[in-house]
Structure formats: structure tokens, C-alpha cells
């Protein structure tokens, strides 16, 4: 078949089934505030923020009309060595919004690019402060840090690793935190489940502190199915890699921008990493970026300790684009002009009272919330993991909603200015539909 008579040929589609979907192809045209627009005409409430991402809804005008402007006055402007307004502005108004000391911002494209930043960074530290045999990075099972090389290496998603060989050496994971038979349908974050930090103590004891350079996690773990940190666990990883001079970095790509509460996890939960990345809801993933907030100690022992000249030998040709710093501060006035976090954060009793709502539909095993985030887990079908939730997803979409199906678990993010008419649907067409499935 020639590429004319095949349009969707050419495409190698990312994370995607491509064979399945060209064969049921499933596009969107437009989109609006809380919905999609699919090419067949329908209304598709969006469940999912996009892939977690569109906080402030979707196609918002003063987001427009800032790309617009600044695409017609200053297209490209090259980082390394020179400098444009509006990368600055947005590093400031950045690190206003990130917790205490944490006011230094490398931009990168992207969460994965953020990953790989934050662990090269944490090398570079510890490297300038003498410390060159911490080259050890330790991450999570289940973990997603994205699909760099450093974010599968410490990632634990097994799928997202074993077509690519060794990885990088050195890297050590803690146990996840998912457990049904102590959590199973815990509102919130579970009581069970702090000790599984201690873990790292044992991961010290094995390799030595000194050869470990940074411990690496998201905050709530999205992607591998919404695993909400247990009660003290992050206080406690963040107790003992202070307790042997290790870098600690949360990964919100996810949690970042109102997801949970506030601009950030840690700032929401009161536990301060030495790095945050962040991409997604930055700039309302209108224009691709992310950034690395990086504590001003761990800046300045890179960037004081070094020689004259280049301090860190990284970066991006699209760090900090004109477009994306101009869609990021869009994005970060409409969040405060309209109180998008404080709005999100008004509906989370009335969010985690509708999911948990689903509790004993048919194959709902666990019920899980943080935020405006919800994880429903299907029991797998036996002889087909996998396949109940990949079913629900299209059900789902066949009728006008959107939702993310990741293993045996759907789940929901959607954009933070919903209101409670969108969260009853959402779950009514969940319960319906769920019934439906074999
Ligand atoms: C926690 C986390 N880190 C990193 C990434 C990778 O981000 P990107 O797809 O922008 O590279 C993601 C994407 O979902 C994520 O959830």
C-alpha cells in the first residue's frame, strides 16, 4: 500500500498499540475548556487533563494570545551564553512559587528532560563538593520518571525497560508502596506503609552512603496507576537521605501545578526534596517545556565550586523557548488570577467522596485518591491483564469521555477548573459503563 492510500502509515505512534489503532483509529480535532472535540464531531469530556497536563482547561485565550504575540516578536532566541526576557521572568516567577530555597530553575522541554537534568545535577553536586564516588542514583519499582536513559534506569516500569538493554550502571531501586491487602479503597493517603522507606537505610547499608549520589520519586506515583504515598513515608526518605548526605528529588512532571493542593506536592505535604522537575501543567502543555527547581545549596556548590567559565555542561537548543516561557507565564497568571489551585482544592472531598463512590461495581478492587487524581483498579481478567481497563478506556471514549487506562487501572486527572456537574459524570458514565465489561 503506497503512503497516499494509507494516511496513518507513517506515523510510528508513541506508547501506543499502533496496530490496534489504525485499525480503529481514534483522533481528536479540537478542544475547548473541559472537552475535546473527536474528529467524527462528538464531545468528549476530558477525564485525563489531556496526559495529565491541561490544568487550566483547554485552549484558554490569554494562553493563545500570548504564543501568538510572542511567536510574531521573537521566535527563537539561542540560550546558551545569551538570554531573553522572558526566560527570566518565568525562573522568578518559578521559583516564587516553589517551597522554601528552592529558587534556582534549569528549563528543559519536557519531564523526561527534567529527570535526566535533576540526576546529572545531582552528580555535578556531588562531584564539586568532593564527593565523586556518590555516582549511585536509587529510584522506585513502578516508579515513572519518563524515557531517558536516566529516567528507565530509575524507573521501575519492567516494560519501559526491557526492550533497551543495560541502562545506566550504578542504580538501585526502593520497594513501590502498592498494597492492597492493607490499603485497598484508603481515601486519601494510607496509614500503612511508612516503613517501606527504611528500605533505603537497608539500600545504604548494601552499597556504602558514600557512593550514592540521589534518591529519586514521584511524590504520588501517576502513571503506574495513582500510588499514594503512605502517612510519613516521604518524611522519612527525606529523614535519611539528609542523614547520609544524599540528594533527594521528587518527580513532579505530574504533581506539579494544583494536581494535589498547591503549586507543588512537596510544598502541599510539607516535605522539601533538593530538586523538583516539573513539565506538563507548566505551561498547561500548550507549548512542550519543563524545569528543574534546584535548592539553592545544590546550585551553588555546582556553580560557585566551579572554575572559571561554563559551570554545568548541560542544556537544551530549546531551553527555555521564547513560546514556552511565553505560554508558562500565561499559564502561571491564569492559575492565580482565577485561583485554579484553591478552586481544585475546594472540590476534593466532593471528588474523593463520587470515586469512591464506585466502591463495589463490578472488578473494582481498589479505589485510590490524591488531589484531583483518582485510580480505579480493575481486577485483571485471568489469562488477560490488562485487557479490562484497555476495554473500559475505549467504552469510555465511545461515549464522550475520556480517561487513561495504564495496566489494570484507570485513571482520572482531569482539569483542575471542573466543577461538580463534570465529576458526576465522569462517575456516573464510569459506573455505567464498568457493568458492561466482561
Ligand atoms: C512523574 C513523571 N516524570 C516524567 C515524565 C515524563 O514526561 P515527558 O513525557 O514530558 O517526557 C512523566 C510523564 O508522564 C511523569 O509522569
Known amino acids: 500500500m503506497t503512503l497516499q492510500n494509507d494516511p496513518l502509515a507513517a506515523l ?6 499502533n496496530r490496534a489503532f489504525k485499525a480503529t483509529p481514534r483522533q481528536l480535532k479540537s478542544a475547548k475548556d473541559m472537552h475535546y472535540t473527536s474528529d467524527d464531531g462528538r464531545q ?5 487533563a489531556g496526559l495529565w497536563a491541561v490544568n487550566a482547561g483547554h485552549c484558554r485565550p490569554s494562553i493563545v494570545a500570548a504564543i501568538q504575540k510572542t511567536a510574531a516578536e521573537l521566535d527563537y532566541a539561542p540560550p546558551f551564553q545569551l538570554g531573553h526576557p522572558l526566560s527570566f521572568e518565568l525562573a522568578t516567577r518559578i521559583a516564587d512559587l516553589m517551597p522554601n530555597g528552592l529558587d534556582r530553575i534549569f528549563f528543559t522541554n519536557s519531564g523526561s528532560e527534567s529527570v535526566d537534568t535533576a540526576l546529572k545535577i545531582a552528580l555535578a553536586y556531588q562531584r564539586a563538593r568532593g564527593q565523586g564516588t556518590r555516582t549511585r542514583l536509587i529510584g522506585r519499582e513502578r516508579g515513572y520518571s519518563g524515557v531517558g536513559f536516566g529516567g528507565i534506569s530509575v524507573g521501575g516500569i519492567v516494560n519501559n525497560r526491557r526492550q533497551f538493554g543495560t541502562l545506566l550502571a550504578g542504580v538501585d531501586h526502593l520497594p513501590h508502596t502498592h498494597n492492597l491487602e492493607h490499603n485497598a479503597f ?39 496507576g495513582v500510588l499514594v504515598p503512605p502517612q510519613g513515608y516521604l518524611e522519612k526518605l527525606r529523614e535519611i537521605t539528609t542523614k547520609h548526605g544524599i540528594l533527594l ?4 512532571v505530574i504533581t506539579g501545578f494544583g494536581r494535589v493542593g498547591g503549586a507543588t506536592a512537596s510544598g502541599t505535604l510539607g516535605v522539601t526534596p533538593d ?3 516539573m513539565a506538563k501543567g507548566l505551561t498547561n502543555a500548550a507549548v512542550p517545556m519543563g524545569a528543574v527547581a534546584v535548592s539553592r545549596h545544590v ?12 559551570e554545568l555542561f548541560h542544556g537544551y537548543t530549546y531551553s527555555g523557548h521564547p513560546l514556552a516561557a511565553a505560554a508558562g507565564l500565561a499559564t502561571l497568571d491564569l492559575y492565580k488570577s482565577e485561583g485554579i ?8 472531598g466532593y471528588w474523593e467522596d463520587a470515586v469512591h463512590s464506585l466502591k463495589g461495581k463490578r472488578h473494582i478492587i481498589d479505589i485510590r485518591n490524591m488531589g484531583i487524581v483518582a485510580g480505579i483498579e480493575l481486577e485483571p481478567r485471568p489469562g488477560a491483564p490488562t485487557k479490562r481497563a484497555t476495554e473500559l478506556f475505549q467504552k469510555c471514549f465511545d461515549n464522550g469521555l475520556l ?3 495504564t495496566g489494570d487501572i484507570v485513571a482520572l486527572s482531569p482539569p483542575l477548573i471542573l466543577q461538580k456537574a463534570h465529576i458526576d459524570e465522569m462517575v456516573g458514565r464510569i459506573a455505567e459503563l464498568v457493568e458492561t465489561i466482561d
Open 12 to 17: 510510528w505512534m508513541p506508547f501506543t498499540a
Open 44 to 48: 468528549i469530556l476530558d477525564g485525563t
Open 186 to 224: 484508603t481515601k486519601g493517603r494510607p496509614q500503612w506503609g511508612a516503613h517501606l522507606a527504611d528500605n533505603l537505610e537497608a539500600i545504604v547499608a548494601l552499597h556504602g552512603a558514600e557512593t550514592i549520589a540521589a534518591v529519586i520519586v514521584e511524590p504520588m506515583a501517576g502513571s503506574t
Open 249 to 252: 528529588i521528587f518527580d513532579e
Open 275 to 277: 530538586m523538583i522537575t
Open 299 to 310: 546550585h551553588d556548590g555546582v556553580v560557585e565550586g566551579a572554575a572559571d567559565g561554563i
Open 341 to 348: 489551585f484553591e478552586h481544585a482544592a475546594s472540590l476534593h
Open 403 to 405: 480517561v487513561r487506562a
